[in-house]
């Protein structure tokens, strides 16, 4: 493979970032790798074990326009549609003369572009969405390894040359466009110290650099230290059931509620789900939103990893688990079903609602285009 040089300064080591400038809490660059700080991780543990620990891939906005792009691909559709016939009545059915026949065909032929615009925009939604996989991050602590896979990009690293990395970025304008990072894995040459082989994002968006710092030390006691040193963990069922997709990915989950907290409230309720009318207004105004989410949840295509990659990680029969984790109440498998079937049954009708009054308002306009009389 070759070599790659620095792609920019936010890659420096710390002694070059830190000798620029102080240390804020916002300060992007390598993170030290031994710290005090609590190990701690924000996306769900789906297994974990002396063999590997794996993180479930959770998305948000990209997520969100990912469950979206079948519905996006069939409104894109249906503007090329629209356009194609408006360019074709404007050609036909007009009879301008003079200056009056350049506009028209100026304006049929602007038409016709966004038609095809909008054609190209479908594919592209629809190869996004049907056509795109996003796989779970596997932490090997049997090999040595870290890699995960997103589309036909498999990608593994070597633990023993991975070094983290705070980056900075800006969250969504609508919401405050205030600063978050995330923890990305460097991993670098081992006879070339500033020179990185392979990145990738293992979370975010964090509150700050402590926030990575935290995130890190879970994954480095994990790789490097005894089962004792890391804190009780909740691990949740790796498979995507009906269940799984309307409490943790469907109508509740957003850019600001995590699968975790959406299930901590859920059980301090009794599993009985708290539904406001601003979501019933939501719920039916934006109702491709939540019904694609809980459909991509339940459908979304999982990549196959490299079978070498994951040969030891399925632990032998009878083999012991040293890791705590949090043991599940009696009763939680049955209030996971209430919980899902009150949000199917609510969130349901009110995506019927919204659909039958989109419906209603697309009629005439296809009633215009395509009626008779």
Known sequence: MKKKKLANAELNSPTQTTAAAPITPF?????PRLSDAEPVTIRSVVKLDQRSMVW??????????????????????????????????????????GWGTVIVITFACLLLA????????????????????YGDLH???????????????????DWKHVRPYARLSFGPAQLGGGPIMSLMLIEYYPDQPNQWKSRMTVAGPLPNREGCQQVWEMIRRYMEDSPESLPEIEVVPGT?????ALIEYGPLSGYLSTPAEIVAKLRARNWWPSINPLNILYWIGCWPSPLYATLYARF????????EWTKDEAPLPGEANPYRI???????????????????????LCNLIGITFYLAGLTPLWLAMFGKG
């Open 300 to 307: 979304r295509p999982r990549p196959k990893l490299p079978p």
């Open 326 to 348: 949090v043991p599940r109440a009696p009763g939680e498998a049955a209030g996971r079903k209430k919980a899902a079937l009150v949000l199917g049954i609510t969130c349901g």
């Open 139 to 157: 932490f090997n602590r049997k090999s040595g390894t870290v890699y995960m896979r997103e589309n036909k990009v498999a990608l593994q690293m």
């Open 240 to 244: 995507r059931t009906w269940v799984s």
């Open 27 to 31: 300060t992007p660059g390598e993170l």
């Open 56 to 97: 479930a891939y959770e998305g948000s906005i990209a997520t969100d326009v990912e469950s979206m792009g079948p519905f996006l691909a069939v409104l894109m559709t249906a503007t090329a549609i629209g356009s194609a016939w408006l360019a074709y009545a404007a050609m036909f059915y007009l009879d301008p003369t």
């Open 114 to 133: 966004l038609a095809v615009g909008a054609i190209a925009l479908a594919v592209y939604f629809v190869r996004i969405s049907l056509f795109s996989s």
